[in-house]
């Protein structure tokens, strides 16, 4: 009878989210965005909504302690995010005296972020957190016709209005995501965050990104 018994099977593996990896991300994103704040604070707030897309590479590292994962990641992504809008600026309420339409874009944004994970095997449902940086520009044309050199209303360029300007600004992230093992070192993830720049006022980002990431093993 014990020669008919067949040895155990032996126990499944368990999926392992520990490593240092590598990815690629991309998807859309829509928001909104004051585009003469990005060369001057002399006008009144306005918003000026965009949407578009990204796609950019991911690095990372983590490490599982039981069910919990924690890592840090970070990621480059170039942005084709832009909307435009046509309006007469106003000076505390006070009209500027001539119309601009005013496309303003987000051209890359760079992000270094916190993750903690819960992990149900090759499943891993996480939040994410930390800093962002981002590429702005804005370009006017004035409806009138003057060019925009016509105007002196910037402090410290009396005569001069640029017609376009750029800036970096320096905010914050947060979002959360589910990533799902489907090989032992690949993974594909969905994801939702939302970028705050420079305040809430100025500029404001929510992104829908997909990834998939490349994992080296454990450290």
Known sequence: MAADLAPPAPAAPVYNWTGIYLGLNGGG?????????????RFDHVSVNFSGGTVGGTAGAQLQL???????????????ISGSSAFAPT??????????????????????????????DNYLLYVTGGAA?????TNLTTLSGLSCG?????????GTFPCSGTNTR????????LEYGFMPNWSAKLEYRYTAAASLELS??????????YRFGGF
């Open 133 to 137: 940086v981002l590429g702005a520009k």
């Open 150 to 158: 016509s105007f002196g209303l910037i402090a410290g360029s009396p």
């Open 66 to 80: 039981s069910r919990v994962v924690i890592g840090f990641e970070s990621d480059l992504n170039w942005a084709g």
């Open 204 to 213: 404001h980002i929510n992104e829908v990104r997909a990834g998939v990431n």
């Open 91 to 120: 000076i505390f309420g006070a009209p500027a005296g001539f119309t601009v339409n005013a496309t303003t874009h987000i051209d890359w944004d760079f992000t270094a972020r916190a993750r903690v994970g819960y992990a149900l």
């Open 170 to 177: 320096i905010g914050g992230t947060v979002g959360a995501g």
């Open 29 to 41: 994103a829509w928001g909104s965005q004051d585009p003469f704040q990005i060369f001057t604070n």
